[in-house]
Nanobody
């Protein structure tokens, strides 16, 4: 069964950093072609697309995180990463990744930014 597994969440003070990882169990050739996306959902709010990265490495970001978050991937490890800097309390949410072509998504990891 193909899966995505996120890790790296936690509690961090405002201004701090976290690095999230999303590992895929699909074959490497499929993963390398797929667009990977990071979403977040805060309590009582709609799910928000935070960042995406194509198989070729092109990235896009929500305005709310642009300049603070960096999305990257390592196809040899079948993983994508979300480096989050200058975290704010409003970044608090469950962060999850999904694979667009494979149509799979992970369970998510909690990120909490304290003031």
């Amino acid at each position: 069964q193909v899966q995505l597994v996120e890790s790296g969440g936690g509690l961090v003070q405002a201004g701090g950093s976290l690095r999230l990882s999303c590992a895929c169990t699909a074959s490497g050739s499929i993963f390398s072609l797929d667009t990977m996306r990071w979403y977040r959902q805060a309590p009582g709010k709609q799910r928000e697309l935070v960042a995406s990265i194509t198989g070729g490495g092109s990235t896009s970001y929500a305005d709310s995180v642009k300049g603070r978050f960096t999305n990257s991937r390592d196809n040899t490890k079948k993983s994508v990463y979300l480096q989050m800097n200058s975290l704010k309390p409003e970044d608090t949410a469950v962060y999850s990744c999904d694979a667009q072509l494979l149509e799979i998504w992970g369970q998510g990891t909690q990120v909490t930014g304290s003031s």
